[in-house]
């Protein structure tokens, strides 16, 4: 078997019984799952599922009130955000938060920053420890770019772009991080049809790379055809979990969410 092959096979992400309560609330109850190097895997369900919760307590957002998450092999259940960020998880939000007012390549290294930065004086007099850092994220952002056909674009104030142009630019700083697993909160949201096509793209180059790429989206044309594996929510549960064509097959996604009529 070849190298890629086996490492597609490696577990990146797990979670064992995640749950969430908020007062007599249950958002999140009991969700198992796993995701491996080079999968793409959505997440979806209704709206008040409890997708944003679950990608909440990954990414260190939310802490859980039981359950387990594994990263590569270590428990994290209660590791902060920039925690699991050094530990090679990476995520964008639904409403970007990008700086407007900077350009690509800027907003890049933002992301490739891996936050113990240089000393304050090498910074103050631009010498020695300072370039040094400099250089590195530029050209880990560089490479992130180049991965997802932006580099002509590195010049450019991000406030200038289109929004879906914006959706790859945080995707791409996102992977900036040198990130293993990467978390997508409803890139698709207010895309036009040309502009998902560039993101399925995008997200593709995100799997040729080896990345896990975990996806909450409620564009189901999107999800079924680019999809590895599906994991369907109802009500903070797991009620399915399989391929694309065996969760649409599936009579209580169907009931729950599809509403018998196909994606």
Not at 37 to 56: D, M
Not at 77 to 103: D, I, K, V, Y
Not at 174 to 200: H, T, W, Y
Request: glycine share 10%.
């Amino acid at each position: 078997m070849s190298v890629v092959l086996e490492t597609r096979k490696t577990v990146v992400l797990e979670t064992r019984g995640l749950t969430k309560t908020f007062g007599g609330l249950t958002a999140v109850n009991a969700v198992s799952l796993s995701v491996r190097a080079g999968e793409a895997f959505a997440v979806i369900g209704p709206n008040g599922a409890g997708k944003s919760t679950f990608l909440n307590l990954l990414s260190g957002l939310t802490p859980p009130t039981d359950g387990e998450i594994h990263l590569n092999g270590a428990p994290v259940s209660h590791s902060p955000a920039h925690g699991l960020r050094a530990r090679g998880m990476a995520r964008t939000f639904q409403n970007g938060r990008l700086f407007a007012r900077l350009s690509v390549l800027e907003n890049v290294m933002v992301g490739a920053c891996p936050g113990e930065g240089s000393r304050l004086i090498d910074i103050v007099l631009r010498r020695g420890s300072y370039n040094r850092w400099q250089a590195e994220l530029s050209a880990r952002a560089e490479k992130s770019l180049k991965a997802l056909d932006l580099w002509d674009l590195r010049d450019s104030a991000v406030g200038s772009l289109p929004f879906g142009m914006q959706r790859n630019v945080e995707i791409a700083r996102a992977l900036a991080a040198d990130a293993q697993i990467v978390l997508l909160d409803e890139p698709a949201a207010g895309l036009n049809s040309a502009e998902r096509v560039a993101l399925v793209k995008t997200l593709n180059a995100l799997k040729a790379q080896g990345l896990a790429v975990v996806l909450i989206e409620h564009d189901m044309s999107l999800v079924m055809a680019w999809s590895d594996r599906i994991a369907v929510l109802n009500f903070g549960e797991k009620i399915a979990e399989g391929t694309p064509s065996e969760v649409r097959a599936d009579a209580k996604v169907i009931e729950a969410y599809l509403g018998g009529v196909d994606a």
